[in-house]
């Protein structure tokens, strides 16, 4: 027998020696076969115990939510964001209520801030009326291309290049 196979066969017999020990031997010895407990995992909840809140449906009506039924204790989300952007709580939790999520409300908080040409109910408004978050930053010139005249390499102030294949970015770079 070839030297490699005999510490392969021997520890396959020891693996099995092992199975018998641990799957035979406890039950016909007599021996107490302790259960393993029974854990679950349960998402971790801000609300009160007893009071939790529950998934919306997409026809649901968001206004009869958790947060929005009870004033006792705020949203952690819509507490930061008043507290961040010096608004109340409760301007926030009407925006939520009316159907708004804490994702938009602070785009919206951040947009308006960046960027004072929109109020945040305009924003809103822009959202609603098919907008992206990106088309809208676009065009107050908070991402993207600038198309001012004052860009590197746009004299004319068209938006793009004056000279083809030439870039910014490869102004400044030196030949090896």
Same mark, same amino acid.
């Given at each position: 027998? #070839?030297?490699q196979?005999?510490?392969n066969?021997?520890?396959?017999?020891? =693996?099995?020696?092992?199975m018998?020990?641990? @799957?035979?031997?406890?039950?016909?010895?007599?021996?107490?076969?302790?259960?393993?407990? #029974?854990?679950?995992?349960?998402?971790?909840?801000? !609300?009160?115990e007893?009071?939790?809140?529950? !998934?919306? /449906?997409? /026809? !649901?009506d968001?206004?009869?939510?958790?947060?929005c039924t009870?004033?006792?204790?705020?949203?952690?989300m819509?507490a930061?964001?008043?507290e961040?952007?010096?608004?109340?709580y409760?301007?926030?939790?009407?925006?939520?209520?009316?159907?708004?999520g804490? =994702?938009q409300?602070m785009?919206?908080?951040q947009?308006?801030?960046?960027d004072? @040409?929109y @109020? @945040?109910?305009?924003?809103?408004?822009?959202?609603?009326?098919g907008?992206?978050? =990106?088309?809208?930053?676009k !065009?107050? =010139?908070?991402?993207?291309?600038?198309?001012?005249?004052n860009?590197?390499?746009?004299?004319?102030g068209d938006?793009?290049?004056?000279?083809?294949?030439?870039?910014?970015? #490869?102004? #400044?770079?030196?030949?090896?």
């Amino acid at each position: 027998m #070839n030297k490699q196979k005999i510490p392969n066969l021997f520890l396959a017999l020891l =693996g099995a020696l092992a199975m018998i020990l641990v @799957t035979v031997l406890p039950a016909s010895a007599g021996a107490a076969v302790i259960p393993a407990p #029974n854990i679950s995992i349960d998402k971790q909840s801000d !609300e009160p115990e007893g009071q939790e809140a529950k !998934e919306l /449906d997409d /026809d !649901e009506d968001p206004s009869t939510s958790y947060y929005c039924t009870q004033s006792d204790i705020p949203h952690p989300m819509g507490a930061r964001l008043a507290e961040r952007y010096g608004l109340t709580y409760g301007e926030l939790q009407d925006k939520f209520c009316s159907g708004l999520g804490w =994702g938009q409300i602070m785009l919206a908080l951040q947009t308006s801030q960046a960027d004072s @040409t929109y @109020t @945040t109910d305009q924003l809103f408004d822009l959202r609603s009326q098919g907008k992206g978050w =990106g088309q809208i930053w676009k !065009e107050l =010139g908070l991402i993207g291309n600038s198309r001012s005249a004052n860009s590197m390499n746009d004299a004319d102030g068209d938006g793009k290049p004056d000279k083809p294949g030439k870039s910014w970015k #490869n102004k #400044n770079k030196t030949k090896p």
